[in-house]
């Protein structure tokens, strides 16, 4: 079974910025997840296995960096210029390709907290 587990959230200010890291196989798409308090979960960033190929929502382009490094089976998610409205609980997911990692991915970490403040 695929198992995936996020880490490296925290609390910080806004303007500063965090490093996601999610344990996770080479061989498959990945992406990254944010659920706020009271909200549906909404998709943050994909990429490919072989890493040419990214998406990233629109709130987040410009700030935020998927990328991975195969070789030890981690892949990361750079966030910049952290904004309160990035508090979320942020889930590492995974699956065959990233057309299905972006809308429906079978594959899905316990999540880690980051809170902005204001």
């Known amino acids: 079974q695929v198992q995936l587990v996020e880490s490296g959230g925290g609390l910080v200010q806004a303007g500063d910025s965090l490093r996601l890291s999610c344990a996770a196989p080479?061989?498959?798409?990945m992406g990254w997840f944010r659920q706020a308090p009271g909200k549906e979960r909404e998709f943050v960033a994909a990429?490919?296995?072989?890493?040419?190929?990214?998406y990233y929502a629109d709130s987040v382009k410009g700030r935020f960096t998927i990328s991975r490094d195969n070789a030890k089976n981690t892949v990361y998610l750079q966030m910049n210029s952290l904004k309160p409205e990035d508090t979320a609980v942020y889930y590492c997911?995974?699956?065959?390709?990233?057309?299905?990692?972006?809308?429906?991915?079978?594959?899905w970490g316990q999540g880690t907290q980051v809170t902005v403040s204001s």
């Open positions: 990429i490919a296995w072989t890493a040419d190929i990214t």
């Open positions: 997911a995974a699956a065959g390709n990233t057309g299905v990692v972006r809308r429906e991915p079978p594959y």
């Open positions: 080479g061989r498959y798409a």
